[in-house]
């Protein structure tokens, strides 16, 4: 069964702080998203990592893919109030016939003002 | 950008009602997805679709069904709802591996 981890499970930082989420699997994917989600809204697709080793960045997000396309991680910095909200990776795999996204069981970040 | 509609924001529904809950998106995506959420458990897959008229059982099935008739819509289908169906639904239409969310349908039964 393929499995998407993510660590931590809660976090709370001050405003102007720097953090990182990270996602992780003994699977290996074809791709990897993130995503955030606010309070009461559908998740929001942030990015898509494809290549082992790609670095993307939007603004002061930085996201990672591992070189073995096993793992991501989200770096977000001097974070802001905005930022709030559970981050999701979801991944795709080449081990189901169907190639079918799953999704880990997200990061909820605060960030206080 | 991909528009992902869904029927109702809010839904109170009492136990043994049917329960439509529908699903529109405007990108001619093959692939669709209903999800439901609650806290602790994550996004659970309920059912999907990859073309129309076609179905597959996701990992929570159980008591309910879905219908798409059509490409841009697929609406998910409460038979007899029950009160641990109260949750938070999201429909999500799929192109190359990004899944594009509706903005959640929150149903309580009572």
């Known amino acids: 069964t393929q499995l998407l981890e993510q660590s931590p499970q809660f976090l709370s930082i001050q405003e102007g702080e720097n953090l990182t989420v990270y996602c992780n699997s003994s699977?290996?994917?074809?791709?990897l998203q993130w995503y955030r989600q606010e309070p009461g809204e559908g998740p929001v697709l942030l990015v898509t990592?494809?290549?082992?080793?790609e670095v993307k960045k939007l603004k002061r997000l930085t996201f990672q893919f591992g070189d073995a396309r096993k793992d991501s991680s989200l770096h977000i910095t001097a974070a802001q109030p905005g930022d709030t909200g559970l981050y999701l990776c979801?991944?795709?795999?080449?081990?189901?016939?169907?190639?079918?996204?799953?999704f880990g069981p997200g990061t909820s970040l605060s960030v206080i003002p | 950008d991909v528009k992902v509609t869904q029927s109702s924001r809010y839904l109170v529904k009492r136990t043994g009602e049917k329960v439509f809950l529908e699903c529109v998106q405007d990108?001619?995506?093959?692939?669709m997805f209903w999800y439901r959420q609650d806290p602790g458990l994550g996004l659970r897959l309920i059912y999907f679709s990859y073309d129309v008229k076609m179905k597959e059982k996701g990992d929570i099935p159980e008591g309910y069904s879905v219908s798409r008739e059509k490409k841009e819509r697929f609406s998910l289908i409460l038979e007899s709802a029950s009160t641990n169906q109260t949750s938070m639904y999201l429909c999500a239409s799929e192109g190359a591996y990004e899944q594009y969310f509706g903005p959640g349908t929150r149903l309580t039964v009572t």
């Open positions: 979801a991944g795709a795999s080449w081990e189901t016939s169907y190639d079918k996204v799953i």
């Open positions: 699977s290996v994917f074809s791709s």
């Open positions: 990592v494809v290549t082992g080793g």
């Open positions: 990108m001619d995506h093959e692939n």
